[in-house]
């Protein structure tokens, strides 16, 4: 009977609602959502600490118990679905009525063998399953009978639970209604549900309704005693329209006055409600047109429209519009919906399109126009959107009247050409609109070209982007981080950082086998790879990830007379421990999906799609998953693993290559090509952070290879010296990538492109950086996609995988709060502002506009606010702050020697590492008097600061 009190007890335990002696926040109870969708997005879901779901919808409550969060289990006591796999099984003797509202059969629970087929049948196949939480509905249905015995009913309904507690011992569960028979329930309940406080769902007539004021005052009686009387947390589940968020926020507040814990959602609850947290959403929609290039890799949604997006800490997703638009696009997930046409979309779409636009601006999604309408907006744009563009007639040239400060962020404004569409802002729209441009005719009649909306925004062409005569550059005219900002009306929040941890820069290195077995233009004519060995991956220890292709160096590839030799410097390779290992491919396929024809493919239907070997055609799983168990098998050592796949060729695998590669457990990389450099000095040349296909991610290099550089190749050979200009332009004024040291094999066959290669590490090694392997970049950008934020009454709660450690918080955002913050170590400035260290996948702090940064002053008996880390060259493997504060215990786990600083330091404070005392290093002059630099021989170390109290 312990075990279950103390089970019962453990939120109100655990979680009151109080402050520690350092101030740290602890929440009262656990934050609960209920999802039953068939695709419950579980990767926002984990924000919160329970999830209660549809089991058969074949969810993986072990694999999520792991993201911090637990999946409960939706189990129905006393009414029963006839989809269910166990209705024939029921006796008709238990059926003793229907629901028709909801198809269900209610379940006598009287009958003495009830709770063994309950537990057996219904709770048993979902505990082996790994559920250990159930959510308990329909307890009080007995009452939808003609006739029944109250008591009868409540003690059949005291068994099920008992039987459960006996059968499955630690069992959690939270149950609905059934307020008669929890005092009989002592430690079983971990907490009582409740719907519709407030608001609810008629499922009758099929509306939203607010529930009346006796039915309420009855309901909050019935909540309250279960609260007072029996010590259980109340759960208050109410239901709002999918799109009115503000409602649906103003319920959860005033359920959450009363000290329950609030759930309110759509009535099938298929949406990401709001409770006690409410999910931030980080989506954009991305409508384009697919006929419009030969493939998503190549569309100007993808190749410029995500990049903007993606820096301010947003995931795109893509719809087609060859495809029907998708339904069910709420603000639970999606922050807005962005549109990106270059011309008219084919006729049959317009219709639709029109009526999906117009109801997602009516529900309240913000909506950006990027480009063309994709139709001639008819009457309907002027009454739903105030946007006219037939009816009226030019009068002569159009002269600029006004432009928006956004326009002409890399290339002045163009003037119109004979294909520009004039738009008139027309109705209350035209009144509340901000023309972005504005133009007169001879006439004086006004048009725009593009203006913020009551409904989001459009600025149309040529005023995006602009084509540079003469190249393949472009250059945006729009800022779009401006325009998406302002028309998708995004507020301030952490960002998500894939570019940074601990306050420095990322850098990483990753090699492409190409040209293992080349000749190096050296005396004695060595193999290339034999020079890349001892040249630069002997001499630099840094993580570096190198990957081979098999069929340049296995005997059954194009050079078996050379195999061992190849194969025998491969190992050498990988036998660095600095050296991570990877394949790149079997035959180098040089086009990975050949439904799509684009360059070279679409001018040469003959031309190669892969290296030409012997009695082998093309197929994915030996390309992806064949060559990384040649790789294990013959190259690696034992106990290294291959977990890295480096696309090859055009690096634009399809969804069924991605698939390939994460079914055999591999992470990937390749494509994206940035290259913005003093010669193309614009945004429209830094890619996206990746591409997602039929739901799988492709990650890019951070930084194109030194084959763009050098012109395909064609020299000069020094040219891989210019990624540094990449390297700098992408970190300033805004760093939008890490420092991504990518290039070939053959890099070392000629002496200029090993200088060049040589001056490209020695650049890095005099930089401020954090070395991290490839690997470690891959899953800061998978996690960037899946990492879910909310805010948590005061403060931000964030959730991860644990592999990205930085939040960005944007300038004019505010300041970290020293006191209370959980799993950050400390903050560092920066271009766009501050750099939040995270210590691991959970997270919670305030942001306050007016604080003084938490660094800027040195602890004291006072303020009792703990030293900091201000950077360091590696991660945090553990971070622990005593209750008074004066004492932070740390470990630091990197690749090369340590670097790091603290803040907060003052003289009365002693920093130890590995049980010694270390003293800072001397700095002339620092900038504040409060920092303290350090440095080890060591990679890692066990750190401990103490400050005495003054």
Not at 71 to 79: C, D, F, K, M, R
Not at 138 to 160: H, K, M, P, W
Not at 312 to 337: E, F, N, Q, T
């Amino acid at each position: 009977m312990f075990f279950s009190l103390r089970q019962t007890l453990r939120w109100a335990l655990l979680y009151l609602l109080t402050f520690s002696a350092f101030g740290a926040p602890v929440m009262a109870a656990p934050a609960v959502a209920l999802h039953y969708s068939h695709h419950a997005p579980l990767e926002d879901l984990k924000l919160f600490d329970i999830v209660v779901v549809e089991p058969d919808h074949g969810y993986d409550p072990v694999s999520f118990k792991s993201k911090g969060s637990e999946l409960y289990a939706y189990a129905s006591v006393a009414e029963v679905q006839p989809t269910r796999s166990y209705f024939k099984d029921l006796p008709s003797p238990w059926q003793m009525a229907r629901n028709g509202q909801w198809n269900s059969v209610v379940i006598d629970q009287t009958p003495p063998e009830w709770p063994a087929f309950f537990a057996d049948r219904v709770i048993g196949p979902l505990w082996k399953q790994g559920y250990r939480g159930f959510f308990l509905d329909t307890l009080d249905s007995y009452r939808l009978a003609s006739s029944f015995d109250e008591n009868a009913q409540q003690d059949g309904l005291v068994r099920v639970i008992e039987g459960l507690h006996q059968r499955f011992p630690g069992i959690k569960l939270i149950v609905n209604r059934g307020f008669e028979v929890m005092p009989r329930l002592q430690g079983k309940v971990e907490m009582v549900a409740a719907e519709s406080l407030y608001r609810k769902w008629n499922a009758g007539s099929k509306r939203y309704e607010e529930v009346s004021e006796s039915d309420r005052q009855w309901l909050l009686a019935q909540l309250k005693t279960i609260q007072e009387r029996d010590r259980i947390p109340v759960l208050a589940i109410d239901y709002v329209p999918p799109h009115d968020r503000t409602l649906a926020r103003e319920t959860a507040a005033r359920i959450q006055s009363h000290g329950f814990i609030p759930w309110v959602s759509d009535s099938d609850l298929s949406t990401v409600g709001i409770g006690s947290v409410e999910l931030v959403p980080r989506r954009v929609l991305m409508v384009f047109n697919g006929a419009e290039s030969p493939a998503l890799n190549y569309s100007t949604a993808h190749r410029f429209l995500q990049m903007p997006l993606n820096h301010m800490g947003y995931v795109v997703d893509y719809a087609d519009i060859r495809s029907p638009l998708p339904r069910g696009i709420y603000r639970d997930r999606y922050a807005g919906v962005v549109t990106s046409f270059a011309g008219f979309i084919p006729g049959a779409h317009r219709a639709e399109l029109t009526r999906w636009l117009h109801d997602q601006m009516a529900a309240g999604m913000p909506v950006a126009i990027a480009g063309d309408f994709g139709l001639q907006p008819d009457r309907s744009w002027a009454d739903k959107a105030g946007i006219q563009a037939q009816g009226f007639t030019l009068q002569g040239a159009l002269r600029v009247s006004q432009s928006h400060a956004m326009m002409g962020f890399e290339v002045e404004v163009p003037p119109t050409d004979k294909d520009y569409l004039p738009i008139r802002l027309v109705g209350k729209a035209a009144d509340q609109a901000k023309p972005l441009m504005e133009f007169k005719d001879e006439k004086g009649q006004t048009f725009v070209g593009g203006a913020l909306t009551s409904w989001g925004g459009f600025i149309n062409d040529p005023f995006v982007l602009a084509d540079i005569p003469g190249t393949d550059q472009s250059r945006w005219v729009v800022d779009p981080f401006a325009f998406f900002t302002q028309a998708l009306k995004l507020q301030p929040l952490p960002i998500p950082d894939i570019t940074t941890e601990n306050g420095r820069r990322l850098l990483l290195a990753h090699v492409d086998g190409d040209g293992f077995p080349s000749k190096a233009e050296f005396a004695g004519s060595p193999l290339a790879a034999e020079v890349l060995l001892k040249e630069v991956l002997e001499k630099y220890s840094i993580p570096q990830t190198v990957a081979i292709i098999e069929g340049e160096t296995a005997p059954h590839g194009l050079h078996p007379a050379l195999s061992p030799q190849l194969e025998d410097i491969a190992r050498r390779m990988f036998r660095l421990p600095h050296v991570e290992v990877a394949s790149h491919s079997y035959s180098h396929p040089y086009l990975w999906d050949t439904s799509v024809k684009h360059g070279l493919f679409a001018e040469n239907k003959e031309a190669a799609l892969n290296m030409a070997i012997p009695n082998y055609a093309m197929d994915l799983k030996r390309e992806i998953a064949g060559s990384v168990d040649y790789i294990r098998q013959q190259l690696a050592p034992s106990g290294k693993p291959v977990k890295v796949f480096q696309w090859t060729g055009d690096t634009a695998p399809n969804g069924r290559a991605l698939q390939i590669a994460y079914e055999a457990g591999l992470i990937n990389i390749n494509g994206g090509d940035t290259f913005i450099s003093k010669l193309n000095p614009s945004l429209t040349a830094v890619g996206a952070h990746g591409i997602t296909k039929d739901g799988y991610l492709q990650v890019y290099a951070p930084i194109t290879n030194e084959n763009i550089y050098t012109n395909l190749w064609g020299g000069p050979f020094y040219g891989f010296t210019r990624v540094i200009e990449t390297f700098e332009m992408t970190d300033k004024p805004r760093r939008i990538k890490p420092v991504g040291i990518y290039y070939h094999t053959y890099s070392a066959s000629k002496p200029a492109s090993l200088r060049a290669l040589r001056n490209v590490y020695d650049w890095a090694l005099a930089q401020p950086l954090h070395p991290v392997y490839t690997s470690d970049y891959i899953r800061k950008v998978q996690d960037f996609h899946s990492l879910a934020l909310g805010r948590d009454g005061q403060g931000w709660r964030v959730r991860s995988n644990g592999h990205l450690r930085t939040l960005r918080l944007p300038s004019g955002m505010g300041t970290l709060v020293p006191k209370g913050r959980v799993g950050v170590a400390g903050t560092r400035e920066g271009q766009e502002g501050a750099y939040v260290h995270l210590t691991g996948d959970k997270a919670w702090f305030q942001v306050a506009s007016s604080a003084a940064p938490a660094t800027n002053s040195t602890p004291t008996a006072n303020t009792r606010v703990p030293v900091s880390l201000h950077e360091a060259n590696a991660r945090i493997a553990s971070w622990s702050v005593s209750p008074d504060g004066l004492t932070t215990d740390f470990a630091l786990q990197g690749h090369v020697p340590l670097q790091w600083s603290m803040a907060g330091m003052g003289d009365h404070c002693q920093l130890r590492a590995d049980k010694r005392v270390i003293p800072a290093q001397k700095a002339p002059a620092p900038a504040r008097s409060d920092l303290r630099t350090y440095r080890l021989s060591n990679a890692s170390a066990q750190i401990q600061v103490t400050c005495a109290v003054r």
